[in-house]
T-cell receptor, first 114, second 114 residues
Framework: AQTVTQSQPEMSVQEAETVTLSCTYD???????LFWYKQPPSRQMILVIR??????QNATENRFSVNFQKAAKSFSLKISDSQLGDTAMYFC???????????FGAGTILRVKS | DAGVTQSPTHLIKTRGQQVTLRCSPK?????VSWYQQALGQGPQFIFQ???????QRGNFPDRFSGHQFPNYSSELNVNALLLGDSALYLC?????????????FGPGTRLLVL
């Protein structure tokens, strides 16, 4: 069974600075998909970024980028120029090559301070 | 373009009762997944519906059942409610194009079992 581990329960960062959230996963599958979702205090889960394991190039979406290390089974999220609106719970999630159910980590609470 | 909608927003039930939660997928989506999110934890996959059939199921007891209608909307039913069923129930929709399709989440239904 796949597992996803987020080792940082809480993080804080000053506005305009950069922060990196960590995620590791375990799987025996060779092709899979990784996601970062954001859940603000209003609770609606929003997709931040998606990575396909067979693509070596790291995904990027504006201020959000990932560092995908397949051999190490690591998938960290970097947020540049942090904004107050980035304050949220961030979940790392895994989806295998069969079906598309998501396996989530426990989440990291990110607080952006002014 | 309407996103994923869920009803009701909040619900209070007592132990032993039965509850039905409803979900309408994002326009154009044909697959619906349900997740249970306990307070302070990551979502746990309950099951997924496609073409009115349960396609995948997580590690949840038979008290949890579902249904998908021809218009792709879905219901989650929980019988014989336990205190431990108190959680945020999230619905997510996607396209059935294959593995790794992005899932889009609704705002959730907060269920409290007393």
């Amino acid at each position: 069974a796949q597992t996803v581990t987020q080792s940082q329960p809480e993080m804080s960062v000053q506005e305009a600075e950069t922060v990196t959230l960590s995620c590791t996963y375990d799987t025996s599958e060779s092709n899979y998909y990784l996601f970062w979702y954001k859940q603000p205090p209003s609770r609606q889960m929003i997709l931040v970024i998606r990575q396909e394991a067979y693509k070596q190039q790291n995904a990027t979406e504006n201020r959000f980028s990932v560092n995908f290390q397949k051999a190490a089974k690591s998938f960290s999220l970097k947020i540049s120029d942090s904004q107050l609106g980035d304050t949220a719970m961030y979940f790392c999630a895994f989806s295998g090559e069969y079906g598309n159910k998501l396996v989530f980590g426990a989440g990291t609470i990110l607080r952006v301070k002014s | 373009d309407a996103g994923v909608t869920q009803s009701p927003t909040h619900l209070i039930k007592t132990r032993g009762q039965q509850v039905t939660l409803r979900c309408s997928p994002k326009s154009g989506h044909d697959t619906v997944s349900w997740y249970q999110q306990a307070l302070g934890q990551g979502p746990q996959f309950i099951f997924q519906y496609y073409e009115e059939e349960e396609r995948q199921r997580g590690n949840f007891p038979d008290r949890f059942s579902g249904h998908q209608f021809p218009n792709y909307s879905s219901e989650l039913n929980v019988n014989a409610l336990l205190l431990g069923d108190s959680a945020l129930y999230l619905c997510a929709s996607s396209l059935a194009r294959g593995a790794g399709e992005t899932q889009y989440f609704g705002p959730g239904t907060r269920l409290l079992v007393l």
